[in-house]
């Protein structure tokens, strides 16, 4: 009758043991929905832009995950002895805690930078030039940054790792975007009359954009440059300096010029080049 009892106190308290983390992690799974939620209905009335914002809602709700985790486990006494023990009496494993503990750290000191600094925000145009990653930036969590390809494929890179490369950002300060239109016409083209046509193109694709300042349009500055800028083996190599509001514009905006100039060359007669081979057969 006595072990009956006692058999019976172990599992009330056992019981009550097990609820009290079940509530725990239903808490702090639930607290960390509606801090989500808060920060996500204020988003305008906070005045802070969507990169510190996205990265504070993910620093709040780690917090309140670990928070939440640490109480789950001291709420349990034989568990906060067992953390206890493997902290206090295990060199090793307290040195791959620590060489853990240094790596997320450093994340996470990388992402506050980040945040604060700003050289890039989400949905920036960002090509990490040693990694050979370009796309637009989707996420900045607690870990790493989150790009999203081209090819809609997602690139994941730690804080740190990021932090510490050379960025180019495509959106960063103004978004304004020169394309190079590059173009080779032959020795017996008419050279200024190609470079009038690329300038009429440009002008009238819609993704165009007039760059000058004011006092360049008082100088009389052209809207498009035009220039040689080298001479190959069997072309004259134009470039042309055509605007666009934004990067995203400027890739189209050179499609379509490629093929809108290369159909105005054939219409009116410029030549673009290509090799030509002389083959001179020997009769033995």
Known sequence: MMLDKINQQLL????VRITVILLIILATF????????????????????????????????????????TLAIYS??????????????SGVIALIIGFASQQAFSNIVSGIFIAIYKPFRIGDRLQ??????????????????IIRT??????????ATINSDILENA?????????????GI????????????????????????????KEEKEKGVEEVTVKIISFGDSSVNLRAWVWTKDPGSAFQL??????NIKTRFDREGIEIPYPYRTVILKNK
């Open 12 to 15: 009330i308290g056992y019981g």
């Open 30 to 69: 639930m607290i960390a929905k509606v801090v989500k939620k808060v920060l996500k209905k204020n988003e305008r009335k906070i005045k802070i832009d969507k990169t510190q914002l996205k990265f504070m809602t993910h620093f709040l709700t780690g917090i309140i995950y670990f928070v939440g985790t």
């Open 76 to 89: 349990v006494p034989s568990l906060r002895t067992l953390a206890t023990s493997l902290f206090a009496g």
């Open 128 to 145: 990490v030039i040693g990694k050979g990653v370009s796309g637009i930036v989707e996420d900045i969590n607690l870990r790493h940054t």
């Open 150 to 159: 081209f090819e809609n494929k997602r690139i994941i890179l730690p804080n």
């Open 171 to 183: 959106n960063i300060v103004e978004e304004k975007t020169c394309r190079f239109i590059d173009m």
């Open 186 to 213: 032959s020795y017996e083209s008419d050279t200024d009359k190609a470079m009038a046509i690329i300038k009429e193109e440009a002008q009238k694709h819609p993704a165009y954009f007039d760059a000058r300042t």
């Open 254 to 259: 050179g499609c379509d010029l490629n093929k």
